[in-house]
């Protein structure tokens, strides 16, 4: 497939899980994609081996999203290897669950500076590019957590529901440039974040689809959402939950 022939993507965050699921998604249907990672280079180098396969093109960039300077970094990076920017894929984040009372400071503010922050600064780094050349697509990976809110998250749900309201607010804004900019909410996702989940089947009941997503059926949507496909679709929050937020 070449949906995406010739297009440049970024993607932050995508060695594992869902942001792993986008960059090999994005590749199979002909976009060159940067993607970040903060810790590990071999996980980077197993996606990027991944890429080869796929007869694909990548490039992974050792970045923290929180770090303004390096978002830019990233930016500048990616523009150089491939001249053009044409899709900014905000994945990146973390968890840090804990009940309110028991949550330090820094906890909280550990998952804001990554969760939301981070998706500001790769949003900022990326925009003026976007507005010059007239066209991009930005896609802000929030949670149901953001809509609903989930007990022990109040960092998570918090800055996941940032993301909503940056999304909408930005969708308004550069909307004149033919910038589009729209959110996927992602229900209880397979992944090494969850395989561990402690009351896994009681939240599969909860699910009128019965079982978690896989990686994949979320990168689909980001595709359906970076393509001609969704000319007409900005500003929106679209749940890939199994009916979870029903």
């Not at 940067?34 to 810790?39: A, E, H």
């Not at 523009?79 to 973390?94: E, H, P, R």
């Not at 959402?225 to 679709?233: E, G, H, P, R």
Request: aromatic share 6%; charged share 25%; net charge positive.
């Amino acid at each position: 497939m070449t949906y995406l022939k010739d297009k440049v993507a970024i993607v932050t965050g995508g060695t594992r899980g869902i942001g792993r699921a986008i960059v090999l998604e994005l590749v199979q249907n002909g976009a060159k994609v940067v993607f970040t990672y903060l810790k590990s280079d071999e996980s980077a180098g197993i996606v990027l081996d991944e890429v080869k396969e796929l007869n694909g093109e990548a490039e992974a960039i050792k970045a923290d999203a929180r770090d303004l300077s390096d978002a830019k970094r990233v930016v500048e990076e990616t523009i150089n290897k491939f001249s053009k920017l044409d899709i900014l894929v905000n994945n990146a984040g973390i968890l840090k669950d804990k009940a309110l009372m028991m949550m330090e400071p820094a906890e909280w503010q550990e998952v804001i500076d990554t969760n939301l922050t981070g998706y500001f600064n790769m949003a900022k780094a990326c925009i003026v590019t976007m507005m010059k050349q007239r066209s991009g697509n930005i896609v802000n990976i929030s949670s149901v957590a953001g809509i609903v809110g989930m007990p022990r998250q109040i960092n998570y749900s918090s800055a996941k529901a940032g993301i909503i309201g940056l999304t909408k607010s930005l969708a308004k804004e550069v909307a004149s440039y033919n910038i589009r900019v729209n959110a996927i909410a992602p229900g209880y996702v397979e992944s090494d974040m969850t395989k561990d989940l402690k009351g896994k089947e009681d939240l599969v009941k909860r699910i009128p689809l019965s079982r978690f997503a896989k990686p994949d059926e979320v990168a689909k949507v980001v595709l359906f959402l970076v393509t001609n496909k969704s000319d007409y679709i900005t500003g929106q929050v679209i749940k890939v939950d199994g009916g979870l937020a029903i």
